[in-house]
């Protein structure tokens, strides 16, 4: 079995998987710990009392997702959502505490980790992974491995530059594909469109979704406008790694027919013509519940480069 663990900014989820499955799952806060060798120690804890209600077995490794989090180092680096404003070294923590090795990545890469090994991604060597919630992350599976790049960071999708002095982003910087197309992005537009900023005080996006259902013109163009940053940044990665596939994840795509239909058509339309036909886009077929623990467990089955 493998643990993984998926530290989140207010809940942190532990898990036990076997062969792509979640055997048993449970969930500590990763605020109001003491420091965080306390924090370090509920984990173990947590750990070793799942393994106790799956009455015994041995642990193999230990897999964490994080924000921040440095593949190379095993230390998650001042992570801006996480309560510790300095170098947490937790992949030696846990594997101090629990005696297994353990492997810490960022949650993006994990969660491609996730879908290649065990999801949509499955089969498919060049894969492009994105999650879009509160931000947008992004993992690369390019000939076969990750794509970690000279410091363990590459792939920051999100981050690309759509519109030069565009929106400001919460990386400081402008025009963001994150600062358009995250749930913080598509409130903002739709704030913007109906002329109404106290829209967006709403929490996540069903508001939108129902808005537009019901006809109301300023979220059915939220949609379109959302549609159409996302398929010219999916088409500007295609051009830099060639993925085969490109999965989605998160909320915001399960709005079905406002988002991924014509999200489908656009994208197709905004590739380069050398990759027309030669990449799909489809959405993530693991359950909600167990996606970012298996990426998790899933980043303990790739071979480790510790550079210094
Ligand atoms: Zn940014």
Redesign the pocket.
Known sequence: MIAGIDIGGTTSKIGLVLDGRVLRQTRIPTTGHADDHAFAQALATAVRSLLADEGGGSLEAVGIGAPNANQFTGIIEMAPNLPWKHDVPLARMLQDRLNVPAVLGNDANAAALGEWRYGAGKGYDDLLVVTIGTGVGSGFIVNGSLLLGSAGNAGEL??MTLAMDGRP???G?KG?L??YVSIRGMRQTYAELANDLDLLKEEGVKCIADAAHAGDRAAQRTFEETVHWLAVGLANAVAVTGPRRVVLFGGIVRSGDLLLAPLKKAFHSALLNIYQGRVDLTVSALPDDDAALLGAAALTTIPMKIRK
């Open positions: 999100g981050h982003c919460t990386c910087r963001c994150e600062a």
